[in-house]
């Protein structure tokens, strides 16, 4: 180790070495390694994250792995208390932990093979466990762009590729338990589904959560508390107003004087008004991967909220799906493809998304625009309906 390096620094460089060569040693090294670094600092555990995804990127991480570094995060890794006043976006997340807990424990305590009263009762929690996708999805389009604008982009991959695989097998359970098709491979995948649950509440308020308090000024935890009740809460009653002492700022938008666009021009109320009358979705991303605008519809098809704005766009969509928008853009930005379509079934609903790559006068690539839109009604059209009749 450096002489040059500080404390901090060879703390964060022995971790960062033990992720690298963790598969390669027993358990007694580990359990040495443990020893040797005492109690771990918050702020050392999560720059090492960062470093290590950083160098090699994302990386599998094994059974052992993750239950290793679950121990450690538990148990080894200190920060300081999550006190936070009612309504502050960590005690939301907090509160809605408790419920996580308490439903997990009551599903373990439940569901009794031999007992086939017993099933009905655990799908029903099921079903109420299943709602922690709010819970989730607010990290990932809240918590998650604020981590990302500090350059701690680890959770954006890491993290949300492990809610999806808990996402995804706790589907795969609840419709076992409809087709009562629970044989021993699904008893298997419950009982993991809702340790992984339990076990998530413990890197949110272990690392997650504390590593934020750190990073996060008080004007970004007031932004993503006016931000994150757009994606609304799971399992607690709307949390009061954070913070309570706010003066509300005059709207300025209909004051502004007219924007000159390609033909016309309209005020900055007429645009907005414009945006958020149209029968889909639309999202601009500019030539730097970045999300610089999404209209704000009074019914979305995907729920997205302000802190996304800035936010790059590889880290907008799911682990599982990131790799073919960027093969989208990089078709775009080489002058090989200039849109690309897709349609999808989404809760019931057929869903049809565009992508339009945006050129200047010179042919340049200027970014690229999306438009989602719910097209189920549209496909069941026959025949005509002439103006006005409205019947």
Not at 8 to 20: A, D, L, M, N, P
Not at 94 to 111: G, S
Not at 130 to 142: A, F, P
């Amino acid at each position: 180790m450096s002489e040059f390096l500080t404390k901090s620094e060879e703390k964060i460089e022995k971790i960062v070495k033990f992720h690298r060569s963790f598969d390669e040693m027993n358990q007694s090294q580990r359990q040495a390694w443990l020893e040797e670094m005492g109690d771990i600092n918050i702020e050392h555990f999560f720059k090492a994250n960062q470093r290590v995804f950083d160098e090699d990127g994302p990386r599998e991480r094994s059974i052992p792995r993750r239950e290793f570094f679950l121990d450690v995060i538990k148990n080894r890794v200190k920060s300081d208390p999550l006190l936070q006043p009612k309504g502050h976006p960590v005690t939301n997340y907090l509160q809605e932990n408790i419920h996580i807990r308490k439903l997990c424990e009551k599903i373990t305590d439940t569901f009794c093979v031999e007992e086939i009263a017993s099933y009905d009762t655990t799908l029903n929690l099921l079903y109420e466990l299943s709602k922690i996708h709010t819970h989730y999805l607010r990290k990932e389009d809240q918590l998650f762009p604020y981590l990302e604008k500090h350059n701690f982009t680890y959770p954006s991959t890491g993290m949300w590729k492990f809610q999806d695989e808990i996402r995804a097998n706790l589907k795969m359970v609840i419709k076992a338990f409809e087709k009562n098709e629970l044989n021993e491979e699904m008893q298997t995948l419950m009982r993991d589904v809702i340790q992984d649950i339990f076990d998530m509440t413990t890197r949110e308020e272990k690392m997650l959560l504390p590593t934020s308090v750190k990073l996060f000024s008080h004007d970004e935890w007031k932004k993503m508390s006016k931000e994150e009740k757009e994606i609304g809460y799971v399992f607690i009653q709307n949390p009061p107003l954070w913070p309570t002492n706010e003066s509300k700022k005059p709207d300025m938008a209909s004051s502004l004087s007219s924007i000159f666009l390609q033909e016309g021009s309209l005020s900055q109320e007429q645009l907005n008004l414009f945006f958020s009358h149209l029968p889909f979705d639309v999202t601009f991303v500019d030539e730097n991967d970045r999300v610089a605008f999404f209209n704000q519809g009074s019914e979305r098809t995907f729920l997205r909220s302000p802190g996304i704005i800035g936010r790059e766009v590889k880290f907008c969509h799911p682990p599982k799906s990131v790799d073919t928008v960027l093969v989208i853009l990089e078709a775009f930005k080489a002058g090989t493809k200039e849109s690309a379509e897709f349609w999808i079934t989404f809760g019931g609903r057929l869903i049809h998304i565009r992508y339009f790559a945006l050129r200047d006068e010179d042919k340049n690539y200027k970014g690229v625009v999306e438009i989602t839109q719910d097209i189920t009604e549209i496909q069941k059209i026959e025949g005509e309906r002439r103006l006005l009749d409205w019947a």
